[in-house]
């Protein structure tokens, strides 16, 4: 039997876990799930006979050591920033490795050590990033191979509430971590190409410039600029590229509504409030208004931001129940984003019987003899459970699959890797389409870069 040690058994390891545990009889696999809360773990390994839990200590340099020398290949399924210690011990222990999470500068830095010693630490193996480059990439070489050079490509991802879920009027619940959702978008201006030049978005403006998308069968979103949409530009090989841009998808209207938080201060995660614990709901947003011994907090708030009383955003605020004086924040020195995410858990969390939603969206803007062209490619994967959503499924499988192929050798790759070339995406592409994740692509009127003012 050969083991493999996934580290980490949170919400996106559901999918990965079951994909490699359905694989052990054939491929003769011993899972070992390793994570701090072993109930979680014992769960998803559900008594199978070829895996096991056990609880475990990031931070226990012994047991992190004595766990990874049996494994013969690791899967880190850890927040980002543990990841690294888990990489340094695969590198002194000769183990190949692999992550969903972005390529950090202290995970960059070992790439020379970690090709000399013949290994592959495969990194952003997940939707975004992972599907969202493989996907790119499938395209991008495909109409390179065909002869066409390459002059627009925008990508989209978002994870939303699906359709038969959505009950609310702001058309959105928290389906991955809701303190990114509530910070999005900070510590700098969102950049892009547009045509030929660098164009930046500033956060005081960047819920209000967004491109309206249009997904056959799942009707209207918008998307809001993602912070470097230049990230990947040299990885992708578009370096002659006149217009490039990256965002998040949501459903039209969010951010107009947002802005509304954003222009009050309430997404600012840089001070504390004081006295937040004793704090009903109703005092924090008043904590932002102008005093008044006769105006109400909605008055104040209507009127400092002009939002008139018939106005949907403000239903949606009312929704929100962010007027309650009996509501209570009971978060100590708390920041106004922590408290904002509180109030929003209120409404936005996934109930047991809903389900989750991943939408992806690619545009390719290409010329070819002469003329130019459009592609457009859409995914959309829908969730069964709280347990098996379509987050877990589109970081999971990804992984899951990666992983197989990296201890049957089948992805060769050395060094710290990301998965861009042909020999790693191919297969795991045409692997995901097993599972109903699949992009339908369709050739559209070239239009050139269209973001929106709205």
């Known amino acids: 039997m050969r083991t493999i040690l996934i580290i980490g058994a949170g919400k996106s390891t559901a999918y990965l876990v079951k994909y490699l545990l359905d694989k052990s009889v054939a491929e003769q696999l011993h899972i070992t799930l390793a994570d701090k809360n072993i109930d979680f773990a014992t769960k998803l390994i559900d008594h199978h006979p070829n895996g096991n839990a056990i609880a475990f200590d990031i931070f226990d340099e012994q047991q992190r050591t004595k766990e990874i020398t049996k494994a013969d290949i690791v ?7 543990f990841h690294i210690e888990v ?12 992550t969903a999470s972005y390529v950090s500068k202290e995970m960059q830095a070992l790439h020379k050590a970690v090709e000399a010693k013949g ?4 990194n952003e193996m997940g939707v975004d990033p992972g599907i969202d480059h493989m996907s790119a990439m499938q395209v991008i070489d495909r109409i390179k191979a065909n002869g066409g050079e390459m002059i627009l490509f925008e990508s989209f ?15 959105y619940k928290f389906t991955w971590n809701p303190r990114n959702v509530v910070t999005a978008g900070q510590g700098g201006a969102a950049k892009f190409l547009q045509e030929g030049k660098f164009k930046y978005i500033p956060y005081h403006r960047l819920f209000r410039r967004t491109e309206f998308l249009e997904v056959d069968g799942y009707g209207r979103f918008e998307a809001y600029a993602n912070r470097d949409s230049l990230k990947y530009q040299s990885l992708y090989g578009l370096d002659a590229i006149q217009t490039l841009y990256r965002g998040t998808i949501r459903r039209v209207g969010f951010g107009k509504a947002w802005q509304i938080f954003i ?5 600012d995660d840089s001070y504390t409030i004081e006295d937040s614990e004793h704090m009903s709901y109703r005092d924090f947003v008043n904590s932002f208004l ?7 907090v909605e008055l104040k708030l209507r009127h400092q931001l002009k939002i008139d009383q018939d106005d949907i955003i403000w239903e949606k605020l009312e929704e929100l129940d962010m007027f309650n004086p009996n509501k209570k924040v009971e978060l100590q020195n708390a920041t106004p984003a922590q408290i904002l995410q509180k109030i929003l858990m209120d409404s936005w969390t996934l109930q047991q019987d809903d389900k989750d939603m991943l939408v992806m969206y690619h545009k390719f803007g290409y010329e070819l003899n002469g003329e130019k062209h459009q592609i457009d490619a ?8 709280q347990t098996y959503t379509a987050m877990a499924k589109t970081v999971g499988l990804p992984v899951a699959i990666a992983t197989l192929k ?5 992805i060769q790759e050395k060094g710290v890797k990301i998965p861009i070339n042909k020999n790693i995406y191919e297969p795991i592409l045409s692997e995901l389409i097993k599972f109903d994740i699949i992009f339908k692509e369709k050739e559209v009127k070239y239009l050139g870069y269209n973001i929106l003012n709205t």
């Not at 290994?119 to 495969?122: A, N, Q, R, T, V």
């Not at 102008?290 to 109400?296: C, E, F, G, M, V």
């Open 157 to 171: 991802t978002g994870g939303l509430v699906a359709p038969e879920s959505d009950d609310n009027l702001w058309n």
């Open 290 to 296: 102008p005093y008044s011994h006769t105006d109400s």
């Open 119 to 122: 290994l592959l630490f495969l």
């Open 75 to 81: 899967v880190s399924m850890l927040p980002a920033r």
């Open 378 to 385: 859409t995914m959309v994967c829908k969730g069964e459970n």
């Open 406 to 410: 990296v201890l049957n050798k089948e």
């Open 263 to 267: 222009m009050l201060g309430m997404t």
């Open 87 to 98: 990489a340094k011990d695969c590198l002194t222990l000769n183990k190949n490795m692999v």
